[in-house]
């Protein structure tokens, strides 16, 4: 690793020119390569899902994790380690040397937008997915960047609120999963958010040198979300290092202007050089200074059986909210097996925005039990999206193959054409989702292509009337075997957000009619640079609704399959213009009528397994009048076999709620601001601090689900031998529990501490510790688990305060379970 005396050195090689070039982005994804520092470009990559590269398209895929939910919902540090370190050996394969996850906000309420990207409600458990997912990346030589800092926890009206939020919720609550992982984990980079707290927007924030600098010495860098640099001197004089995207000339306030505002004396000449510094020790611990080797871990890391660890994560994170006898299914007994609902076909295996990555292949649940073997029936019974989707095969086809005439495989083709009406280039593409980001790519950056037309043949699998149309903004010109179906300009809606842009963009649909096996040859044109984010990048969709019955008539035969099955597996969720950065969620509900359906199959046949693939808590309304309940998140591109392994009883439902799932959405903190300000007015008490507080019940309290066997607790010991990591230091507690079931199974053990008749305002318990075990049948178990020093201190007067006294420590399954307690005194 190269000194700081080193790094210092580099820096002063340079003009103030070249440092201040440096805090800007080259381009969307990468930092300007310098070569007096010795540094070449610095590639970054979005995300949380997967690590998506430079490139935004089907041709450049990426493994698909399960969602943050999901990955917290294990418990498993070490999985989640383990998950850590495939990202960076896809970050490597990609050319990848910083990934812009973990995101460690909190899941403040189930209405928000990004809930699915985030891990947990409660801060303790954020703070350890967090550390594990961190450590993984970092120690196989890819740096981690913790996001959003800080208190951006909903997407309405984000780049511009103002979050009011008191001391001791901001402390104890939203920065606690930073602190933990600048502390324990040495985050290489943090992102400061576009929301302001307290009145500064973040990037211009003094929390960022108060705490991060000074308080938790944090020596990495830190960079702005893209867009998020509001100003040149307030927000250089805050510890902002890195102002993103770039260039400076096109997205940033910095540039010119910093070097005039240094000239000026309106900034110290020694924060640009701190700012050049952090940036030069990110380059170092990734590898990208020469003479440097990535900091830690191989710059190659081992090679990883990616499907196997992603089916293994999804089952892991699967959590049976309810089971009257009826899972695991029984192999040998078992006949038909009714497959229904609108996301058994298409799952949702990542949420919207920039968590968006393309996987090289997804296992739908339908994919999935028909591999296990199964004898497998399909009906979609109903219409879960509100807006019609990308056209796909089996219906989209290339316009032009050479063996067959209309049509030579699944995609299309798209034709650039520069101002002068030159045809410049060409691609051939698999799908009809098309993102370019700052440019075209090798055909021509963005001012030198000013129209595009998308090609391709849509063939009719059944007769009838199929929508076929545009998502996108700009002037868009629809041809269906040369005639035209429209030729409109799609606006945008004022105030939308960029993550709304690019999720859910205006849509326009024509009919058109087809008898079946007819094909008809589809082109589309749009002038580039009508759009109003040409200079941001060009996004579009060519979108196709096939022929569908009427709601009715699908439930109606969904219910006669399920009638006439052995077993009914209804697969609901939710859909991207319901969960996605961008915009919040108006409702719980699951969006069309899959309640209707659910309660009717159910109804049809007893033996009906309810698999909930969302990234968040949707409402239930039917879950006790089901035999089986099975929360499977944004399951990732092994979705389906891991859905088989878990139904099948050849893989354990290992989760346990990161979240609290409300019964309604009545009495849950807002995320629509006033006047410009969001005040976080329940304080400390949101998730199970607040249902604890209020006496209300939700539907699955946090931290509970189920397993294949059975538990007992025994007993809670406190200062027993338990094992402290190198400077770790708290309070001991050994809970002995035994496997009372007839299968082998894995178990959260869960202990919360509470202080009762506190002189100080505190919820009535909160998460302080917890361990996962395995047992076989009959075999007890004893679980170590260091409760640290902080879990009993409150934030007071600008400090960490311990109330001295005695402290209950409280174990079981779940928040709502909670069989064994003992007393500590902390002094």
């Known amino acids: 690793m190269i000194e700081g005396a080193d790094l210092r050195s580099r820096v002063a090689r340079l003009s103030l020119e070249q440092k201040v070039r440096l805090l800007t982005g080259a381009d969307f994804w990468a930092l300007y390569p310098e070569p007096a520092a010795g540094l070449r470009r610095i590639v970054l990559s979005d995300g949380p899902a997967g690590v998506r590269g430079e490139t935004w398209d089907e041709r450049d895929t990426s493994a698909n994790i399960p969602s943050p939910t999901a990955l917290a919902a294990t418990w498993d540090c070490e999985r989640v380690e383990a998950i850590g370190r495939l990202l960076a050996h896809e970050a490597r394969r990609k050319g990848v040397d910083v990934l812009l996850a973990p995101t460690v906000n909190l899941h403040r309420t189930p209405f928000g937008g990004r809930h699915f990207e985030c891990f947990s409600e409660d801060p303790l458990l954020t703070a350890r997915i967090g550390v594990a997912y961190v450590r993984g990346l970092q120690n196989s030589g890819v740096g981690a960047t913790v996001k959003h800092f800080v208190a951006n926890d909903s997407e309405t009206e984000r780049m511009t609120v103002d979050v009011r939020v008191d001391e001791r919720t901001l402390r104890e609550l939203y920065l606690a999963p930073f602190e933990a992982i600048v502390r324990e984990a040495g985050a290489w980079s943090v992102m400061a958010a576009y929301n302001a707290v307290n009145g500064p927007t973040m990037t211009e924030s003094p929390l960022l040198r108060d705490i991060l600098h000074d308080e938790w010495g944090y020596d990495g860098l830190v960079m702005s979300d893209w867009t998020a640099t509001r100003s040149a001197v307030p927000a250089a ?32 000449e020694a924060l640009i050089d701190d700012k050049v510094l952090r940036i ?26 990616i499907p196997a660890e992603l089916r293994a994560t999804a089952a892991a994170s699967f959590v049976l909210a309810r089971n009257d006898g009826l899972l695991p299914l029984d192999r040998s007994s078992l006949g038909h097996v009714a497959v229904i609902g609108p996301n058994a076909e298409v799952a949702r295996t990542l949420g919207g925005g920039s968590a968006t990555v393309f996987p090289p292949y997804t296992i739908s649940p339908l994919d999935g039990l028909r591999a296990a073997g199964l004898d497998v029936a399909f009906a979609p019974g109903v219409l ?29 083709e798209v034709r650039f054409f520069a101002p002068s009406g030159e045809l410049v280039g060409s691609e051939q593409r698999d799908g009809a989702v098309f993102r370019w980001m700052s440019g075209f790519g090798p055909v021509g950056a963005a001012e030198e292509i000013a129209r595009l037309e998308i090609s ?50 205006p849509q326009r649909l024509a009919p058109v009619s087809l008898a079946a096996g007819q094909s008809v040859t589809v082109r589309l044109e749009h002038d580039v640079h009508s759009s109003p984010m040409a200079a941001f990048g060009t996004f579009l969709q060519l979108n196709l609704e096939a022929p569908h019955g009427t709601d009715d008539e699908e439930i109606a035969a969904a219910v006669a399959l399920a009638a006439g099955s052995d077993v009914a597996v209804v697969v609901v969720g939710t859909t991207a213009e319901v969960e996605s950065e961008g915009f919040d969620r108006p409702s719980l509900a699951l969006p069309g009528r899959q309640d209707e359906l659910v309660r009717r ?28 309940v099975l929360l499977t998140w944004f399951g990732g591109q092994e979705f389906g076999h891991a859905l088989a392994d878990v139904l099948l009883g050849e893989a354990e439902p ?24 969001l005040a976080y007015t329940e304080g400390l008490f949101i998730g199970y601090r607040g249902y604890d507080r209020d006496g209300r019940e939700p539907l699955l309290p946090f931290g509970s689900g189920r397993g294949y066997t059975t538990w007992s607790y025994d007993s809670i010991t406190v200062d027993c031998d338990v094992p402290q990591p190198a400077g770790a230091s708290g309070v001991a507690v050994c809970v002995e529990v035994r496997n009372t079931g007839s299968r082998p199974g894995r178990e959260v053990v869960q202990v919360y501490a509470s202080r009762p008749d506190s002189a100080v305002e505190r919820p009535v318990k909160w998460l302080a510790g917890f361990a996962a075990v395995d047992a076989d049948p009959g075999e007890t178990v004893n679980v170590g688990i260091l409760i640290p020093g902080r879990s009993f201190q409150h934030w007071s007067d600008g400090g960490w305060s311990l109330e001295a006294g005695t402290f209950a420590l409280s174990a079981g399954s779940s928040s709502a379970s909670l069989p064994l307690t003992a007393s500590v005194t902390v002094k």
Request: with cysteine; net charge negative.
């Open 384 to 412: 879960g999206h509100l807006r019609t989707s990308a056209a796909r095969a089996p219906w989209l086809l290339r316009p032009d193959g050479p063996v067959d005439p209309v049509g030579s495989g699944p995609g299309s």
């Open 456 to 505: 391709c043949v849509i063939r009719a699998t059944e007769a009838g009337v199929y929508q076929l149309g545009v998502s996108g903004l700009g002037r868009f010109r629809l041809l269906a075997d040369g005639a035209e179906l429209f030729d409109e300009t799609l606006s945008l809606r004022p105030g939308a957000d960029i993550a709304e842009i690019l999720m859910t963009p």
């Open 654 to 677: 290992g989760g346990r709620l990161p979240t609290t799932w409300p019964a309604s959405g009545e009495g849950l903190p807002s995320t629509r601001p006033a006047g410009g300000v």
């Open 601 to 628: 199959v159910a109804a049809a046949n007893p033996r009906t397994v309810v698999v909930v693939n969302s990234g968040a808590p949707v409402l239930l309304p039917w879950a006790d009048d089901v035999a089986a």
């Open 237 to 268: 004089r805050a510890a902002l290092d890195l102002a993103m995207p770039g260039p400076a000339e096109r997205f940033g306030p910095w540039g010119d202007a910093l070097v005039d505002a240094v000239r000026a004396g309106q900034v110290d």
């Open 280 to 305: 030069l020790r990110l380059a170092a611990r990734v590898g990208g200074l020469d003479g440097t080797a990535s900091s830690s871990g191989p710059a190659s890391p081992p090679e990883v059986d």
